[in-house]
């Protein structure tokens, strides 16, 4: 498992998914300004959803990782 946090600086609310290995999933609202921790298999993807009038909006993916450098996939 490797720590993580995501510091949302949107001036909206966002949906964090973590999708990982063995069936791992962790969901979470993450509100303007909010830092959010956690821990999560080596690997793992998360993806950032905001919420648009006409419904969720992938925003962002990013891969957890043990290394200090953030990796970011394009969505």
């Known amino acids: ?4 946090s995501y510091r949302n600086i949107t001036s909206s609310m966002v949906i964090l998914k973590c999708i990982g290995p063995d069936s791992f999933f962790l969901e979470r609202a993450i509100f303007p300004q909010e830092v959010f921790s956690s821990m ?21 993916r990013l891969r957890v990782s ?6 970011t996939v394009a969505a």
């Open 1 to 4: 498992m490797v720590d993580f």
């Open 40 to 60: 999560a298999p080596e690997g793992s993807q998360l993806e950032i959803w905001g919420i648009e009038s006409y419904g969720p909006n992938l925003e962002q």
């Open 66 to 71: 043990s290394s200090k450098k953030e990796d």
